[in-house]
DNA sequence: GTTATGACTATGG
DNA sequence: GCCATAGCCATAA
């Protein structure tokens, strides 16, 4: 085939990003539920596969809205996410602002999609 | 082919 | 709560 505008990712990366693009504004998702989706669909997939990809490819998608299971995110994106999360009225943990209440936004792109 | 690395997670002390 | 370890899988060298 020749598509002359079209980058063609890795295939799991285009799926891992056509998920991240699927949560919606004021909720996240985690590194591991994304993996757990990616592997029902191709069979393989890994939550350290989904932040290889972020960190790759992630650059044209909303990253911040994947954060760890814990609701915790890499240092140096912590100041950048938590102001986005400020724009889309995150849920945040009262005591520690600094990590996302799970609990009341975690979105499940298996059961919530 | 092997090894090292990474925006991870679960488990055990 | 924190730290160390094992499992995970694509990429780079």
């Known amino acids: 085939m020749t598509d002359t505008n079209t980058f063609e990712l890795p295939g799991h990366a285009q799926r891992v990003l ?3 693009d699927q949560i919606p504004s004021g909720r996240v998702s985690t590194y591991g539920l994304i993996a ?6 191709t069979g393989s997939g890994s ?12 650059g044209a998608s909303p990253w911040w809205r994947v954060v760890r299971a814990d609701g915790t995110l890499p240092r140096q994106l912590r100041p950048d996410a938590l102001a986005h999360y400020d724009d889309e009225a995150t849920a945040l943990v009262w005591r520690n602002p600094t990590k996302v209440d799970l609990d009341r936004a975690i979105w499940d792109p298996l059961t919530d999609a």
């Open 18 to 20: 056509d998920i991240v």
């Open 36 to 41: 757990e989706c990616l592997h029902a669909r």
């Open 47 to 58: 939550a350290r596969l989904v932040g290889q990809v972020m960190s790759r490819y992630g």
